[in-house]
Structures are given as C-alpha cells and as structure tokens.
C-alpha cells in the first residue's frame, strides 16, 4: 500500500508564511512528478505547483513569487513553502505525485488534503 499524508496546514495572519510538507510512504520502487492543488469553498481544485523528478518547477500565477516547491527525494517528501500569504489563499491543500509501487503500475495517488486559512 502507497500513501500521501500532508502536514503543516493551520491558521496564519495576512503576510505571514508556512510550510506544507507530504510524505510518501509503503513499497515505492520510484516517484515522478510531485505537487501540490488547492481547493477552496465552492471553487475547483486547482494546480499550485509542481516539480518534476529532475527539479524543474512550474506555479501558478497566482503564487508565482511567493510560494516555492521543493523535495527531498531520500525522505520521498515534497515542500510547499508559502510567503506573503495572503486571504484568497485559504484552501484545502492537496499533495499529489506519480508513484511507481514495487510491484509496479504507476500511477496517481492524492493526500487527504490539508486546511490553510489566512485571516486576521
């Protein structure tokens, strides 16, 4: 079995910072593209940032500049750090990364999502 569990989500003030992180874990043979979604309250679930398996990056223009994904490959964790938050930030945040399982197939797997909300 091959799970994502998110951490570091919570309740911050405007401008402040914090930092996700995702771990995978179970019989995982590699892992390709990881990232992190948003989904706030009554809109779609959308892509915030990515990284691919040899470091390159994407974000969305909202949080271009502000948010910086990461990952370290021998813990099989990826980081979101998030600056400057700001309210429209609030959301659930989901991990997601293509997995390949020991006995193969790969495939999609999601985290059950973390809740962020900025508000002073």
């Known amino acids: 079995q091959v799970q994502l569990v998110e951490s570091g989500g919570g309740l911050v003030q405007p401008g402040g910072s914090l930092r996700l992180s995702c771990t995978a874990s179970?019989?995982?043979?590699?892992?390709?593209?990881m990232a992190w979604y948003r989904q706030a309250p009554g809109k779609e679930r959308e892509l915030v940032a990515g990284?691919?398996?040899?470091?390159?990056?994407n974000y969305a223009d909202s949080v271009q500049g502000r948010f910086t994904i990461s990952r370290d490959d021998a813990k099989n964790t990826v980081y979101l750090q998030m600056n400057s938050l700001k309210p429209e930030d609030t959301a659930v945040y989901y991990c997601d990364a293509l997995i390949t399982p020991n006995w193969g197939g790969l495939k999609d797997y999601w985290g059950q999502g973390t809740q962020v909300t900025v508000s002073s």
């Open positions: 990284i691919t398996g040899g470091g390159s990056t």
């Open positions: 179970g019989r995982i043979f590699s892992i390709g593209r």
